[in-house]
């Protein structure tokens, strides 16, 4: 795998500097992947603007802003999604740096890919290598070496630590996980709420472990927007699982557990803080909310394909009919 400090550098000495836009563009869980990246940019960066895209819409719907100021980073589990490869191929066209993602080194992504990450795939022992983290650090790094990041090296030691954090939290959930299973195995709907840096992947946990992996009907809830109208199916039948981050939208996830206790009897919270994210310092632990969280949900859906006995890998339409 390329060094990612060595592409960050590379991508900001090719324009001189000049890198006015970075298009996040990818399908479903890479896509999920990529939203922690967007969001730091938005959250941390004075002179870059940040765009996150499933990869069709970034096709039919190209931004006019894309150019040769442009970074386009698009991921592709398997490599040749046609819908991502197009994506890229349409950016390194219009004259932008394009960083393709990929466990697969034949992939077709490859070919319209300027710099390439090939990550590895099921050793669980190596998060922070994951494509999630990959695209994290290189945006950290990016927005480092453009305008500079006050909090890039405590950010960096986060990530020396990040494979210890999830490695003991995940030994911590698995009895919750299959307890929740357990008790929730006849539910057929569930909400998932998370905010900031976190939301995510209440959303791809809603995608793609629910809805894709076990059938199920699910719908993501930021807890910001949970006053504001999805409050009213609350009642003591409704099962919810809530992703309480750490960092600046906490405050967000404590509200809606506040008023879920009064009124919810189904309620599953996964908090990072609990799970020992505070570990990593307060002023970029949110940015690792979603690192945890993937690795930690994962135990619950895997806890839920067994009581369902539902095989994570089974698909009734997903690669098996033409769509």
Not at 248 to 270: C, Q
Request: proline share 2%.
């Amino acid at each position: 795998m390329q060094n990612i400090t060595d592409v960050a550098k590379r991508l900001v000495q090719h324009n001189k500097g000049k890198i006015t836009e970075v298009y996040f563009v990818a399908c479903g869980g890479s896509l999920v992947d990529m939203y922690v990246s967007d969001y730091f940019i938005r959250s941390e960066s004075t002179t870059i603007t940040s765009g996150w895209y499933t990869a069709n819409e970034f096709v039919h719907a190209t931004p006019k802003r894309l150019g040769k100021n442009s970074v386009v980073i698009a991921c592709s589990h398997g490599g040749n999604t046609p819908e991502t490869v197009e994506a890229a191929r349409i950016a390194k066209a219009a004259g932008a740096q394009t960083v393709g993602l990929t466990y697969n080194d034949k992939a077709d992504l490859l070919a319209v890919s300027d710099y390439s990450f090939l990550y590895e795939w099921g050793d669980e022992t190596r998060v922070h290598n994951n494509p999630m983290a990959i695209m994290l650090e290189l945006t950290v790094g990016l927005v480092n070496e453009l305008e500079g990041y006050d909090h890039y090296n405590t950010f960096m030691e986060g990530m020396k630590l990040i494979d210890t954090i999830v490695a003991s939290a995940e030994k911590q959930v698995e009895p919750r996980a299959k307890a929740f299973a357990d008790a929730y195995k006849d539910e057929e709907m569930f909400y998932v709420m998370a905010s900031g840096a976190s939301y995510g992947h209440a959303y791809g946990f809603s995608i793609c472990s629910l809805m894709e992996m076990q059938w199920l009907d699910a719908t993501a809830v930021h807890t910001g927007e949970f006053f504001h109208g999805p409050l009213e199916i609350t009642d003591e039948n409704t099962p919810f699982i809530l992703a309480m981050g750490l960092g600046r939208t906490r405050e967000l996830d404590e509200r809606v557990l506040k008023f879920l206790k009064r009124y919810a009897k189904k309620i599953e919270v996964v908090d990072a803080k609990e799970l020992g994210l505070d570990m990593i310092d307060d002023s970029v632990s949110e940015y690792f909310n979603p690192v945890l969280f993937y690795s930690v949900l994962s135990k619950y859906r895997y806890a839920l394909s067994k009581v369902h006995n539902h095989d994570l890998d089974v698909r009734r339409y997903m690669g098996k009919v033409e769509y």
